[in-house]
């Protein structure tokens, strides 16, 4: 029985009741509005401004996660995705610390973007981390000056960011998307490689091929798409960037 009272609402772009690829399990995934980055290769443009999205209490979304519940088996939970779900830490550290209140595992999706070590916002961020499971972090990419242009942002933060997660030893996936002339490049994957070699709380790490679905969003919403004539990886790409990330050596989690 959830009894309804929240000092915090959020916005949310929409939910999916039934996520099988978003962390262990099976999971209710939360997308929330907002996010800082403006990727090349983005495929929710739709959830760039925070405002778009729909308000819910916390109390709210863990009514209706909770009704899905019986899917979930040993593994499954929440999963926030987005967007970017860290641009709205007051309401994630409420949403989490309720969650965890019903036993329910958290995983966080994001790229680290808001991450701060200093201040007001870093508190917060280790009360959040106090009730979160695991996080999906991406990589967008090793280069600092190529993460610039991917993003719009510098990656110095996410860096720090994957430092310190190593250092509390808080459990991660971690994601990177294969993109041909950006990321697809053998010296920047094993650059990624080495980075990956110097964490110690990575347990999964997958390759996501890229692909130019999300154009028909881009034209709906009057936004030039910057990567509408770039192919999808070959099958041989993203088997020799699986090789080169190692990615068959992270396989703590199996489904």
């Not at 983005?42 to 709210?60: I, Q, R, V």
């Not at 991917?150 to 509390?168: C, H, P, W």
Request: net charge negative.
């Amino acid at each position: 029985m959830f009894i309804i009272f929240s000092s915090v609402q959020g916005y949310i772009h929409q939910l999916e009741s039934f996520g099988s690829v978003d962390g262990p399990g099976v999971r209710f995934i939360i997308f929330f509005s907002g996010c800082p980055y403006r990727c090349l290769y983005c495929h929710n443009p739709d959830t760039w401004d925070m405002t778009k999205g729909s308000l819910w209490t916390s109390d709210s979304l863990l009514k209706e996660a909770e009704s899905c519940r019986d899917y979930w088996g040993k593994k499954g939970g929440i999963t926030v995705s987005g967007g970017e779900p860290l641009a709205q830490i007051d309401f994630l550290i409420e949403l989490f610390t309720k969650a965890k209140e019903h036993g329910i595992n958290t995983c966080i999706d994001t790229a680290g973007g808001p991450f701060q070590k200093e201040g007001e916002w870093f508190e917060k961020f280790k009360k959040l981390m106090e009730v979160t499971d695991i996080l999906l972090m991406d990589i967008k990419h090793i280069n600092e000056d190529e993460h610039k242009k991917l993003t719009s942002q510098t990656g110095k933060n996410v860096r720090e960011m994957f430092a310190y997660l190593d250092k509390i030893q808080k459990p991660i996936w971690i994601r990177h998307v294969l993109v041909p002339g950006i990321t697809d490049n053998d010296e920047y994957l094993t650059q990624t490689r080495d980075f990956i070699r110097t964490l110690h709380n990575v347990e999964r790490v997958e390759i996501l091929p890229y692909h130019g679905l999300a154009i028909t969003k881009y034209k709906d919403l009057g936004i030039s798409y910057p990567l509408e004539k770039t192919e999808s990886p070959t099958q041989e790409r993203v088997e020799n960037a699986r090789k080169i990330l190692e990615c068959e050596k992270y396989s703590k989690w199996r489904k």
